[in-house]
């Protein structure tokens, strides 16, 4: 069975632009997460869905940042304009409630 | 005061040693509990939970101390596939947000 799916894996963008981060959770998962990871600050939860529902946003830098859970099987992280310090690893979880498996993660390098 | 917090290490050991180390948490009704491994550059993967009576999985052996409010993890007869940051993971009470430690840092060294 296919874990979790991201895309893309790397990411390198100028300041100013969008960018779109996507994730596919595994098939049956009722929970996803997206969390940054920095060397500075470590893994970060940005926001969680549950059943396609937005349940907890604190996490949100600002309003720069939006996340969208269209269906069950597909997420979008988007930063809008993005600016050097959203720098980081972005990773995609889900889980059944119980502990969550990470995909890959996007390496997002913004210049 | 954060709530999940972990000594970063780095914890340098010789194959076939014993390393163990804890995390404390800061809230008290926190419900569940886990240990993850991050290699370098890649995602956490779950290692193990931790229950309340402690519990083995091979090598490794996790423990709770409710009391005292930390947990620990210990690493018998390590590899040198041990090396890893190890992230100590904790569940509140009131939803489903994790908390994540720094890591723990453990390199072992033929």
């Known amino acids: 069975d296919a874990g979790v799916i991201q895309s893309p894996r790397h990411e390198v963008t100028e300041m100013g632009q969008e960018v779109t981060l996507r994730c596919k959770p595994i098939s049956g998962h009722d929970y996803l997460f997206w969390y940054r990871q920095t060397m500075m600050r470590g893994l970060e939860l940005l926001i969680y869905?549950?059943?396609?529902?937005?349940?907890?946003d604190s996490g949100m830098p600002e309003d720069r940042f939006s996340a969208k859970m269209p269906n069950a099987s597909f997420s979008t992280l988007k930063i809008q304009p993005s600016e050097p310090r959203d720098s980081a690893v972005y990773f995609c979880?889900?889980?059944?409630?119980?502990?969550?498996?990470f995909g890959p993660g996007t390496r997002l390098l913004v210049l | 005061r954060k709530e999940v917090e972990q000594d970063p290490g780095p914890f340098n050991v010789p194959e076939g040693a014993t390393v163990a180390f804890n995390c404390t948490y800061s809230?008290?009704?926190?419900?569940?509990f886990f240990w993850y491994r991050q290699d370098c550059r890649k995602e956490p993967k779950l290692l193990m939970s931790?229950?309340?009576s402690g519990n083995e999985d091979g090598r490794f052996t996790a423990q709770l101390n409710r009391a005292s409010q930390y947990i620990s993890l210990l690493i018998r007869d390590s590899k040198l596939s041990d090396s890893a940051t190890y992230l100590c993971v904790v569940k509140g009470d009131r939803d489903y947000k994790l908390s994540f430690g720094a890591g723990t840092t453990v390199t072992v060294r033929a």
């Open positions: 931790v229950y309340s």
């Open positions: 979880a889900s889980s059944l409630g119980t502990a969550p498996y």
């Open positions: 809230n008290s009704a926190s419900q569940s």
């Open positions: 869905f549950n059943n396609n529902v937005p349940i907890d």
